[in-house]
């Protein structure tokens, strides 16, 4: 689902498999991360700013004017020596909010809380809009950072866990009823779609059916985060003799080895709900933490 670009970790650590597919030879590093500001042609990620002049800004597949970029919206960034080269918005959910108050939002028929960060939407609908965050512990998502999307065409997009046993094409998402049988999925995604696995559906939400209609459906591939620097929230964490794994953002599985290294803090300060950035490999097909770091 992700992109995968060439991180130089250290080439002791590089024996993975991780492979550059964005056919962009110039980008040498991946981040995704929340966008910290964005100013005239620059944005700034993990206290870097890069250049945006020279960026190709998407959208699940549609071209995005740099205007369009905010503070709080996760992107997935390949640079290079201050310049970005290509830059993917990576909204959790984007759909019509049907309504909005200071406190919670409802896009595709689900109820989202929120910290009052939809305060310029509370008394409107009918706008698009895409939802960042993550899943916490307890599995209830918790919403970063809200912005219109009135300037994408008319599709949906919902990210989470298949909650039901998946049927020949319907499966549940929590409360989300999906019809994926007229979906587009690659055989490898159809053997894995099953209970637990996180999927991304695009499609368009049917309010009279309460259904989302999926046209596409991907099954997230947690190896395609190697070689790439990942912010987020701890969400799981098992530790046994300084070793074991642990969640980030309520989906990923990363493990912790005795050859993970940590800045700005140890091991012992691990703890669910602290917020890192991870370097990640793939190590004999195994998603590892290279290097922790704290916030």
């Known amino acids: 689902m992700k992109k995968v670009a060439i991180l ?34 620059t944005m700034t990620i993990n206290s870097m700013p890069l250049s945006l002049a ?14 369009e970029l905010d503070a709080g919206m996760q992107v997935d960034v390949d640079y290079d020596n201050g310049v970005a080269y290509e830059v993917d918005i990576e909204p959790e959910i984007v759909g019509i909010a049907t309504l909005v108050t200071e406190a919670a939002i409802t896009v595709n028929g689900q109820v989202f809380e929120h910290a009052n960060i939809a305060k310029d939407l509370v008394g409107t609908d009918n706008n698009r809009v895409m939802l960042f965050g993550y899943v916490d512990q ?3 998502w918790i919403i970063n950072a809200i912005h219109k999307a009135n300037f994408l065409p008319a599709e949906d997009l919902y990210e989470g866990k298949i909650t039901s046993i998946p ?8 409360l989300m009823k999906v019809n994926y049988s007229n979906s587009s999925i690659d055989s490898d995604d159809r053997h894995e779609l099953k209970k637990d696995a996180w999927v991304e559906v695009e499609g368009t939400y049917d309010l ?22 990942v912010e987020g929230y701890v969400t799981a964490l098992t530790l046994h003799n300084s070793v074991g794994s642990m969640t980030l953002n309520g989906k990923t599985v990363i493990a912790i080895t005795e050859n993970t290294r940590f800045e700005d803090g140890i091991k012992s300060d691990l703890a669910i709900g602290r917020k890192v950035d991870v370097d990640l490999i793939n190590n004999a097909g195994q998603l590892q933490a290279f290097e922790i770091e704290f916030d």
């Open 8 to 41: 130089l970790l250290g080439t002791a650590m590089l024996s993975g498999c991780g492979s550059d597919d964005s056919g962009d030879s110039r980008a040498s590093s991946s981040y995704i991360g929340e966008i910290e500001a964005v100013n005239a042609d």
């Open 54 to 67: 020279n960026a190709r800004i998407e959208l699940n597949g549609h071209y995005v004017n740099s205007t």
């Open 138 to 140: 307890t599995g209830k």
């Open 167 to 174: 049927t020949i094409g319907a499966f549940d998402m929590g």
């Open 208 to 229: 009279s059916s309460k259904t989302f209609m999926a046209y596409d459906v991907d099954v997230e591939d947690s190896l395609d985060l190697a070689n790439a620097e």
